[in-house]
Every structure is written in structure tokens, then in C-alpha cells.
């Protein structure tokens, strides 16, 4: 199982940014992928997941409304669409699947 996390840069605050988590190894139609971000100094928390089959999506409060998480099982490759970015949306951002983590792409919202 590999997770390649990218997309991440600077942002002004507003802005919009898409993460993207490229897979292999396994197939999205039979396993749930989620995002998860870790700031400076904080624990890493959940920011959005979609379940395998039907797509359910699940977002933390903090981001209900503003992100998204789109998926493409063809290219094995599940996005993190992030608008009307805030300074707190900062931090590390990985995918996840299971117990296995991506590298992580870094998210900086500043003016």
C-alpha cells in the first residue's frame, strides 16, 4: 500500500487549494480513505473521509461547507478540495488508509 500525498503551497487567506492522494496497492472501491491534518504544535486530528462503495463523506466541523472530497477510482486517486481557506487550516496534511499513512503535503494560509 502506498499513499503519495501532494498539492500542498501557500495560500491567502479565502483562497482555495486541492489535495490530491494518489494510491496503489489497493483498490478504493472496497477500502474507506481519509485526510487527516496536523498542526504546529497540535495532534494530528480528522478532517474528511469517504467510504468505500456508495462514497458516504464525513467532515469534521471545522470544514463542513468550505472542503471537500472527491474521488476518482480510475486514476485510484482521492482529492481534497479545501475553499475559503482560514489562517487555522494550516498544517500538514495526510491521507490515510487503514494503518498505513502518506508523507503528507504542507498547507500555509497567510496574508
Known amino acids: 500500500v502506498q499513499l503519495q500525498a501532494s498539492g500542498g503551497g501557500l495560500v491567502q487567506p479565502g483562497g482555495s487549494l486541492r489535495l490530491s492522494c494518489a494510491t496503489s496497492?489497493?483498490?478504493?472501491?472496497?477500502?474507506?480513505i481519509g485526510w487527516f491534518r496536523q498542526a504546529p504544535g497540535k495532534e494530528r486530528e480528522p478532517v474528511s473521509c469517504?467510504?468505500?462503495?456508495?462514497?458516504?463523506?464525513n467532515y469534521a466541523d471545522s470544514v463542513k461547507g468550505r472542503f471537500s472530497i472527491p474521488r476518482d477510482n480510475a486514476k485510484s486517486t482521492v482529492y481534497l478540495q479545501m475553499n475559503s481557506l482560514k489562517p487555522e487550516d494550516t498544517g500538514r496534511y495526510y491521507c490515510?488508509?487503514?494503518?498505513?499513512w502518506g508523507q503528507g503535503t504542507l498547507v500555509t494560509v497567510s496574508s
Open positions: 469517504i467510504s468505500a462503495g456508495d462514497g458516504t463523506t
Open positions: 490515510n488508509v487503514g494503518q498505513h
Open positions: 496497492g489497493f483498490s478504493l472501491d472496497y477500502y474507506a
